[in-house]
């Protein structure tokens, strides 16, 4: 049902910079943005606050919005009895956390929109998701649910405070994990098998629908891999990759993969893609793709970054660098996937002569194969053909790519979020180093500068920024991946700056989110004040959780810098967490495998001038699959730092020469490409 949008003097949102936040600038809900002001107006009331937390993106968040936020009796009802709170969780994901968790506390399947009932100090009570406007579906009506929780609130204040304090009492329990000892490599081993067991075998993923890209999972059974040469584990990677890079999921017209996929089969997306996602599945496919040269694999990497920089780029600062964008949405026109499917007839009238072998191979008929249109796919022949037939299928693509361009294009959240922008960074520094593309190297050292000087005032880093506007405290998470992305730049360049950046960033996390009792780092900065607790996890939910991500970053500045306490640190990190493998091991692929890097750090050390036998040297290393590689390429006159294993040593006999160590062992100096192949495929 359409609703007419009218000027609302009491909707405070049309002064944010949200995406998210101003779609619903119009409604005739008195929303207000989550701040002092808002909670301040609860307290005054004695209302209880409605909190409803969602993204630009979000499909299920524009239906609800459509159903009841747009329509004038349900907003009546909204606005007489709560404080109405909207949250973007892309900008507040300390939020989100908090209240989804409360939301899991209380029995209930997390997810967009969330929807939360909360005292005037903001504690929760009670909550649910999507609420339709009158019952179906087994869900009761939305203003059914505002009336009930409204008199529950005022008549039975004593059942409130009892779920409040449960509540409170649970949550806090789970903001202090089990802490344990070092997580050895027999634990990892027995972990990987476990989850082994959830893999389709058919069609890759974990479990049936909804399908989750679950890279932190997949990543892990590759190390696995690595350590056991158990073919299970690489056969689970390689069948996920091709049958998502095949599927539906994928947009083999524009680049780019969706969120997830709601069969099993991996043909249907809700079609919101996510900065994130796209980040961790190309950092993963670069590094399957050095050891098995899947030409598929190299082609969606270099796709993924041919729609980063043609969809994906968000304003410059004043500079002229560019960060990345956080997402585009599932919708256009009110409808889910409108711009990305196609019928039989307009393939027909684009491709002319060359339709009838281009339906062969995506999938298309006459009757579609999802609600009467066509999601184009390759799942069915997933093999590449022979170059000549590649061609003439890229050269349709190419059409249709035209043609789709004059369609009515999705929404775009053009917001700079740094711990997403510090994943696609590191991903992206990785591919150029790995394909030998300067000019993507270029693209992220432009997305870091852009964070860097745009992103920092007074010495502390802010989370978002959008129309020349920061707004809110870094996270946890926005410093252990953007740190991540600084080793990765300084890994692909030699940069001290990027160094620099990583210790800096670590030294904020010391100072404002370490956990001073039980070790660990707080979700939250200790000078935000909006919050009812600070989180402490180090489970991963959309995107790698920042502690276990931490873990590695500390291993390798203790590698680069020789500093102990970064290596005690990272050690204590571990043993933070470890006590949570015994209760649910499922969510901590993340710190597993930065335990793997902590553990079995392999430093490629080569030493050399820049010139062709140096760059051989270089190539011979990037060209093999290392999970825990750490590469320093250093002139004859640097040093490393006391206590490295190859410190000392230099070139021999003249020429570029490498070291392969591993703990406090190097291998024999190596001064040709072949050589050092050898050596590597030994460890």
Not at 31 to 38: R, S, V
Not at 234 to 261: E, K, N
Not at 461 to 470: M, N, T, V
């Amino acid at each position: 049902m359409a609703h007419a949008q009218t000027s609302n003097p009491y909707n405070r949102l049309g002064a944010e910079t949200s995406p998210y936040l101003l779609q619903h600038k119009d409604n005739p809900v008195d929303w207000w943005a989550w701040g002092d002001a808002a909670l301040a107006e609860a307290r005054r009331s004695g209302k209880p606050i409605l909190l409803s937390v969602g993204y630009a993106a979000c499909h299920w968040c524009h239906v609800m919005a459509h159903e009841s936020f747009e329509d004038p009796a349900i907003a009546a009802v909204m606005n007489q009895l709560f404080v109405n709170i909207k949250v973007d969780r892309e900008e507040r994901p300390d939020l989100d956390a908090i209240y989804q968790q409360a939301l899991a506390l209380l029995g209930q399947q997390g997810g967009w929109p969330l929807t939360m009932f909360l005292t005037s100090e903001g504690r929760p009570f009670w909550g649910g998701t999507y609420f339709p406007p009158e019952g179906r579906w087994g869900r009761p009506g939305f203003p059914d649910v505002l009336r009930i929780m409204a008199e529950t609130y005022a008549q039975e204040p004593d059942k409130v405070r009892q779920n409040v304090e449960g509540l409170r009492a649970a949550m806090a329990k789970l903001s202090n994990p089990q802490s344990g000892g070092e997580i050895a490599a027999d634990i990892m081993d027995r972990i990987a098998e476990r989850l082994l067991q959830e893999v389709d075998w058919n069609q890759g993923g974990i479990g049936q629908a909804p399908k989750f890209p679950q890279v932190p999972l997949f990543t892990g059974f590759w190390r696995a891999w690595r350590r056991t040469r158990n073919p299970r584990f690489r056969d689970a990677v390689t069948l996920t990759l091709t049958r998502m890079a095949q599927g539906g999921i994928y947009d083999h017209l524009g680049g780019g993969f969706a969120r997830y996929s709601v069969d099993a089969d991996w043909l249907v997306p809700h079609f919101e893609k996510m900065l994130y996602d796209n980040a961790e599945l190309m950092g993963l496919m670069t590094l399957v793709w050095q050891e098995t040269r899947d030409k598929l694999l190299e082609r969606r990497v270099a796709e993924i970054v041919g729609w980063l920089q043609r969809e994906m780029l968000a304003a410059a600062n004043g500079a002229g660098d560019r960060a990345f964008a956080a997402s585009l949405d599932a919708d256009s026109e009110g409808h889910e996937g409108k711009f990305y499917v196609w019928s039989e007839a307009e393939i027909d009238d684009v491709l002319g002569a060359e339709a009838e072998f281009f339906k062969r191979h995506y999938d298309v008929g006459e009757a579609g194969n999802w609600e009467g249109h066509t999601i184009l796919n390759r799942s069915a022949r997933p093999d590449l053909l022979d170059a000549a037939g590649e061609a003439r299928l890229a050269a349709s693509r190419a059409k249709l790519l035209a043609r789709r361009a004059g369609r009515i294009r999705p929404g775009w959240d053009d917001k700079v979020l740094v711990d997403w922008n510090g994943l696609m960074i590191a991903s992206l520094a990785e591919a150029a180093m790995v394909f030998d593309r300067p000019d993507w190297l270029a693209f992220a050292t432009s997305a870091f500068r852009f964070i860097r000087a745009t992103m920092m005032r007074d010495g502390r880093l802010f989370h978002a920024w959008r129309a020349g506007k920061l707004q809110h405290a870094a996270t946890l998470d926005d410093h252990a991946h953007l740190a991540g992305a600084a080793l990765a730049l300084h890994e692909a360049t030699g940069g001290a700056e990027y160094l620099d950046a990583a210790r800096e960033l670590v030294a904020l996390l010391d100072a404002h989110f370490w956990d001073r009792d039980a070790g660990g780092y707080f979700m939250t900065a200790d000078d935000v004040t909006d919050v009812i607790q600070r989180p402490k996890s180090a489970g991963d939910n959309a995107t790698p959780n920042g502690n276990g991500a931490l873990v590695a970053v500390l291993a390798k500045l203790y590698h680069l810098t020789g500093e102990g306490g970064f290596l005690d640190r990272a050690h204590a990190l571990v043993a933070a967490f470890s006590g949570e493998l015994g209760r649910n091991f499922f969510p901590l692929a993340t710190l597993l495998n930065s335990n793997d890097f902590l553990r079995n750090a392999l430093q490629v050390v080569i030493v050399g001038e820049a010139n062709p036998e140096t760059a051989a040297l270089v190539r011979a290393v990037l060209g093999r699959s290392l999970p825990n590689r750490l590469l320093q390429v250093i002139t004859p006159d640097a040093q490393l730092p006391d206590g490295h294993p190859a410190r000392g040593k230099g070139m021999v006999g003249g020429k570029a020469t490498a070291y392969v160590c591993q703990g406090q062992i190097c291998g024999l100096p190596v001064t040709d490409a072949a050589g050092l192949g050898t050596a590597l495929a030994l460890v």
